[in-house]
């Protein structure tokens, strides 16, 4: 089985790419952040085109903002949309959706952004994990969580740690909230599998930060102890970051039992440029993408 992750950025500007993304690596379960549209629209842009290619679709979305999704060749059974008793923005936001895909319990989580360190986005974000934490320690035991989780793990997964001094993404209590998410049996897949590779999922569209290779690790495949132990393949597909409007995260992509492809990884193809050798400015005012 082939789950993989893609934060879209507005699923509508990325029909172009999506759709032969679809057919050319041919993914059994696909979880979608940042769609950008309500449920109706969602259906009435990709419903017929995701049924001819054999997917069933479980959509929590909002017109605009956030939105999360599920595609699944291989079944689609009890869908919640949503974090029992998540905290709100002040409302509840679209940001989780859930089901069982192939025996595997499937999150596809959005986590908030955070904004600014100690704000009230940023205590948003740490209760958001919290909350998802419970539902994830709640079971099955076969679970994967899929998404952006608007969070470095570690200074690894940043190209210059001193950039992100006093941002969002790397901060103590954030990677504090990831690790409790983690220690309910939870293992990072890619960097399990790849410990000392430069890997990143993210590169900010600006400033030719992703031509240089200067980004980050933000997107996840978060697997529990039964469902690694079938990882064989575990990649971030950075072919589908290049060419025409592209969305400004890579998917990663994850085979479970057998690799089509081989044991690919960590980055297909690999990056364009080196290692940064000196410090390199944030482009933006906040350390990454959006809320």
């Known amino acids: 089985m082939r789950v993989a992750t893609w934060n879209v950025n507005s699923v509508k ?40 290619r054999g997917y069933e679709v479980a959509v929590h979305g909002e017109g605009r903002w956030n939105g999360v999704a599920i595609l699944s060749r291989v079944g689609l059974d009890d869908v919640v949309n949503g974090l029992a008793d998540g905290p709100g923005f002040p409302h509840p936001e679209a940001r989780a959706v859930a089901a069982t895909c192939g025996g595997v319990r499937v999150h596809s989580v959005y986590v908030p952004n955070g904004r600014a360190p100690d704000s009230d986005h940023y205590r948003y974000k740490l209760a958001w994990l919290a909350a998802l934490r419970d539902v994830v320690a709640a079971g099955p035991e076969d679970a994967v969580v899929c998404g952006d989780v608007n969070i470095a793990p570690a200074d690894a997964d940043v ?71 079938r990882v064989r393949a575990a990649w971030v597909d950075r072919q589908a970051r290049k060419g025409t409007g592209p969305s ?32 390199v400015k944030l482009p933006q005012s906040r350390s990454g993408p959006e809320s």
């Open 13 to 52: 500007q990325r029909v172009p790419r999506l759709l032969p993304w679809l057919e050319q690596r041919r993914p059994d379960v696909v979880c979608l952040q940042e769609t950008k549209l309500a449920d109706d629209a969602f259906a009435a842009l990709l419903g017929d085109e995701l049924a001819a």
């Open 159 to 229: 190209f210059d740690p001193a950039a992100y001094v006093g941002h969002t993404h790397v901060t103590a209590p954030e990677r504090e909230a990831l690790a409790a998410l983690q220690a309910v049996g939870l293992h990072d897949v890619v960097r399990d599998r790849w410990p000392d590779e430069r890997v990143f999922t993210y590169w900010d569209y600006r400033a030719g930060m992703f031509h240089q290779d200067l980004g980050m690790r933000i997107d996840l495949v978060l697997a529990s102890t039964p469902v690694a132990a």
């Open 248 to 279: 400004d995260h890579a998917p990663v992509i994850v085979d479970l039992d057998v690799a089509p492809d081989g044991d690919i990884g960590p980055v297909v193809p690999p990056p364009s440029a080196p290692r940064a050798r000196k410090s």
